[in-house]
């Protein structure tokens, strides 16, 4: 190596076949087994699109080239980001049949390939302390950097499928806990916590304080930090800059998603839909918004510390909901469907947060077409026990 590397490398070795192309200055190739050209240009096109994104946006890359080395799935379904170098196993890129029309079908060899070229930046120039919390800043971070490159290149409005997908597995995954759950922060490196909740939170930050106000949050930290030797950076000071670029009204999203274990329960109740004389429809939506919080252990509590309660609510059946208190910014949606070649596309009539500070709500809201489906948190960016009912249609 040119320059200071950490202490940490790989070596393959076999009969390769090698593609190459250039990003800027920088030798891009992929060394492959001969007959395993399938998806070599979905993972050309995942090392330029992650080199753009994260040079744009944190800092420039610190390598002359970049490589993809393949390896045999009986080593393993797995890839790993070394300096400059990138074992990747057959079984997730090199094999994998991608289907691009088929409706819900991700194209993983592209964003796994993003995914480990961001650890370039977020494992090998910002390298965490060996603490609890380091994996937010390596894997929480590069699955970040893989689901925005996702959403400039399908568009926000595909996004639900990744954020329900991290959202699932992440409710489904600490059901099975035996250890304690911790916060974002204060992870104890579960997959589910470091991947999934953890691609959730940073998404769903960068959509309330802004893509380019979080990302220059992260470019202060990483100039902070970058190629640092011992001590090293913790999720606290990446953390802290979360902090400084998010205004008063919006610090609860850090408290909830960084530093607390926050869920919400958030649904819709009841929905109408009225043709108005001027042609426009007039939808009215009632809808829940609570939220509580889990220690270590799974116990539930309502307040700023463990052992707090707040005074419950109820709701129209007179059923009491408990709730942190709120005073929480929730994307409301209303949409509908047009038709285009025999398939149905999802148009939104309406999207903003609005600021909610009950548990029961109702709202009106005036749209131009006729709406065929309405959501609270329509596009699952929050984690929601049970995201099936933020939705419902007309
Ligand atoms: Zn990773």
Do not use: C
Not at 252 to 269: A, P, Q, S
Not at 306 to 314: E, L, N, P, W
Not at 342 to 348: D, Y
């Amino acid at each position: 190596m040119d320059s200071k590397i950490l202490n940490f490398y790989a070596f393959n070795s076999a009969r390769y076949e090698v593609v190459k192309d250039k990003w800027n200055d920088v030798n891009l190739e992929i060394y492959y087994h001969k007959g395993h050209e399938f998806n070599l240009d979905r993972m050309m096109k995942g090392m330029k699109a992650s080199l753009d994104y994260n040079s744009k946006n944190f800092s420039p890359y610190q390598h002359k080239q970049l490589r993809i080395v393949e390896f045999p799935r009986t080593g393993g379904g797995f890839a790993q980001s070394f300096p400059n170098t990138i074992p990747f196993s057959e079984a997730i890129g090199f094999i994998a049949d991608v289907d691009d029309t088929k409706e819900g079908g991700v194209d993983y060899p592209f964003a796994i390939t993003v995914h480990e070229v961001a650890h370039q930046w977020w494992a090998h120039q910002v390298i965490g302390a060996d603490v609890l919390g380091a994996t937010m800043l390596s894997e929480s971070a590069s699955e970040y950097v893989s689901l925005k490159v996702l959403e400039h290149q399908q568009g926000k409005s595909k996004m639900r499928k990744f954020l329900k997908d991290a959202l699932d597995r992440y409710l489904l995954s600490r059901t099975t806990e035996t250890k304690r759950e911790k916060a974002l922060m204060y992870n104890d490196g579960q997959g589910y916590i470091r991947y999934q909740k953890g691609s959730l939170v940073f998404y769903a930050l960068s959509d309330y304080i802004g893509e380019e106000n979080m990302n220059n949050a992260l470019k202060k930290y990483v100039e902070k930090v970058k190629f640092q030797e011992a001590p090293y950076t913790t999720s606290i000071d990446m953390v802290n800059h979360f902090r400084a670029a998010t205004p008063d009204s919006l610090q609860y999203v850090i408290k909830d998603m960084f530093e607390t274990v926050t869920l919400y329960r958030n649904r819709i109740v009841d929905v109408t839909s009225t043709e108005l004389d001027n042609g426009k429809f007039e939808v009215e939506i009632e809808f829940n918004v609570s939220k509580y919080r889990n220690d270590e252990k799974g116990k539930r509590y309502y307040g700023e510390k463990v052992g707090d309660t707040i005074s419950y609510k109820t709701d129209k059946m007179n059923k009491p909901i408990l709730s942190v208190p709120l005073a929480d910014y929730i994307d409301i949606g209303i949409f509908t469907e047009v038709e285009v070649d025999g398939e149905k596309n999802e148009i939104e009539l309406y999207l903003k947060k609005h600021k909610i500070t009950n548990i029961n709500n109702k709202i009106t809201i005036i749209v131009d077409e006729k709406p065929t489906e309405v959501g609270v948190d329509p596009y699952n960016k929050l984690i929601d026990t049970q995201s099936e009912d933020n939705r419902r249609r007309l």
